[in-house]
């Protein structure tokens, strides 16, 4: 029988998609990595996988512990996968901008969920990195996967992601693209990029307006997942050849268009890595592949990014485009 064990068999092997219309026009061959196909719909479960395989190698985590991170949800679901086919208990720390969608979802495997305040620095005591440090060292047999400081983060990507891009490519691969949250994407598999092909492949990162990958102090942006206002150990600035700063704006219209034109409903991080990609395809050659990688799906964001009135809101609909008639009855 072509039977699966468990959703853990799963993990990666995601496919590669053309971008078709978003890219008309343009010299190269744009192609995304689409990772949710991942069973968690997020890139990551891979580095969930790995994360908790090397902690139960090593003896952090016993049967009947508990593990605790900081997640913006994607990785919460990753790891509540892993735990829940490994018999663990999963607490959860989240900043208050994340979508109630994801919090429910989190919830909806059995994890609990702590809300915290994104407007207090890292090192207040109610920041979500301070909150998640005091629970994992009064919860008795808890372990904290730290994805901003696991080298099992950036080394998942070393291991799949980079090789399968590779392979499915055919070796053809020129440029990849992928946001920057905790860097583990964008280093892991830029590394392994780098090394097969000598250094030829080139690595561009895309960073929201504001954030400190590309310049800016870290101010709030809209965009889940991606930017920081500090420089984890698991991102290796000395990979990416070149980071892309992108608007909430723009990267929310491309992630709009992603859906209509593409039929890919993907998250708000999604349209920020193809405007990224897009500005790097009108520079580049009729024989360069450009692949862009799509973190997760977009519907833990049908409240904002797709609700007309969020967008408004915030003056992210542009009036000269079809994106004001969407709502209309024509
Ligand atoms: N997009 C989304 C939606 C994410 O959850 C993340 C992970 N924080 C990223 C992009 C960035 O990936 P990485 O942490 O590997 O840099």
Redo the contacts with the bound molecule.
Sequence with gaps: MRVYNSLIDLVGDTPLVRLNKVAAGLAPTVVAKVEYFNPGG???DR?ALRMVEDAEKKGLIKPGGTIVEP?????GVGLAIVAAEKGYRCVFVCPDKVGSDKLSVLRAYGAEVVVCPTTVAPDHPESYYSVSDRLASTIPGAWKPD?YANQN?PES?YATTGPEIWEQTEGRVTHFI??????????GTGRYLKEVSNGAVRIIGADPEGSVYSGGTGRPYLV???GEDIWPE??DPDICDEVIAVSDKESFLMTRRLAKDETLLV????GL?VAAALRVAERAGPDDVIVVLL??GGRGYLGKIFNDEWMADYGFLNTETEEATAGDVL
């Design positions: 997020s890139v990551k580095i997640t913006s949800g994607n990785t994805q983060n990507h992928a946001g920057i949250g905790t860097g583990g994407t964008i280093t889940e997942g991606v698991t991102f998250g708000g991080s999604c890595a973190p997760d």
